[in-house]
């Protein structure tokens, strides 16, 4: 959750309902193969409730899907305008 800023002990909401978050879910199913499916698109935290709602149903899945992937574009463009200002601020005290 490091990538939301969170850190361990942090009240981390789901991201379907804000309730407190108690499972992380795989969007797409974990496969028994070697490959992993444990990256920051693939994983979102839900509460038990929601979690149960994507595990059952496709459709909450796939809005599950869509809504955190707009979480993670928020997260990386705020990442990159932080970025951005950081630079121009370097760079105006280097003048």
Same mark, same amino acid.
């Given at each position: 959750?490091?990538?939301?800023?969170?850190?361990?002990?942090?009240?981390?909401?789901?991201?379907?309902?804000?309730?407190?978050?108690?499972?992380?879910?795989?969007?797409?199913?974990?496969? &028994? /193969?070697?490959?992993?499916?444990?990256?920051?698109?693939?994983?979102?935290?839900?509460?038990?409730?929601?979690?149960?709602?994507?595990?059952?149903?496709?459709?909450?899945?796939?809005?599950? &899907?869509?809504?955190?992937?707009?979480?993670?574009?928020?997260?990386?463009?705020?990442?990159?305008?932080? /970025?951005? &200002?950081?630079?121009?601020? &370097?760079?105006?005290? /280097?003048?």
């Amino acid at each position: 959750m490091n990538f939301f800023g969170y850190a361990e002990g942090d009240y981390i909401p789901c991201e379907m309902c804000n309730s407190p978050a108690v499972d992380i879910h795989h969007l797409e199913r974990r496969t &028994r /193969n070697k490959v992993t499916n444990d990256y920051i698109e693939n994983l979102v935290a839900v509460c038990r409730s929601c979690h149960l709602a994507c595990e059952s149903d496709n459709s909450f899945n796939m809005y599950t &899907r869509i809504k955190h992937l707009e979480n993670v574009c928020h997260q990386v463009y705020a990442i990159i305008d932080l /970025n951005k &200002r950081l630079n121009e601020h &370097r760079e105006n005290r /280097n003048k």
